[in-house]
């Protein structure tokens, strides 16, 4: 069944894509809640004049988009979790922990439009923010123990000097 979206749905398209869907998810959730009408000849007629009409809009939005994702450009977040012995979390980091940390540094983003999978143990991930319909950008995020902030820094810095300290000895012998 085609459908027109009258909104966003992460996952399935944005506003106005004209999508193919099952019978069910159409009828019974799509176009009952307004998220979507059927693609009929005249419904594309009518969204085809419509995009004519807001070109300039939609070229606005864009632009504005770009330039909340160009704030993101080059930040990574680094979130503090409790972990146990194993390195797996007591809970996960989503989406939600995502949009707080980043709301922490200033940049206010919908949780809804972050899109990844549930953190649950320690490391580097990846976490995508979906602005607009070609504006997407990829977030580092880092997981790190509460306990223990950021330790592979702390072990860079003692590695080199033990080097040498070994190196130091073998000559004195």
Not at 7 to 28: A, M, P, S, T
């Amino acid at each position: 069944m085609e459908i027109i979206l009258k909104e966003d749905i992460i996952g399935l398209g944005y506003k106005n894509d004209i999508v193919n869907v099952k019978n069910g998810y159409g009828r019974n959730y799509l176009i009952p809640t307004g998220k979507g009408v059927i693609a009929s000849p005249s419904a594309k007629k009518q969204l085809a004049e419509d995009l004519r009409q807001q070109a300039a809009k939609i070229a606005a939005k864009k632009a504005e988009a770009e330039k909340r994702a160009a704030q993101l450009e080059g930040v990574e977040l680094v979130i503090a979790a409790k972990v146990s012995a194993t390195g797996v979390t007591y809970g996960s980091v989503n989406a939600a922990t995502v949009a707080e940390e980043l709301a922490k540094k200033g940049i206010e983003v919908d949780r809804k439009i972050i899109t990844m999978r549930d953190i649950k143990k320690v490391g580097t991930f990846e976490a995508t923010i979906h602005f607009f319909k070609e504006v997407e950008t990829k977030l580092p995020v880092t997981v790190v123990a509460e306990n223990q902030p950021e330790p592979k820094a702390e072990e860079v810095a003692e590695a080199p000097a033990t080097e040498e300290v070994a190196t130091e000895e073998a000559a004195a012998e």
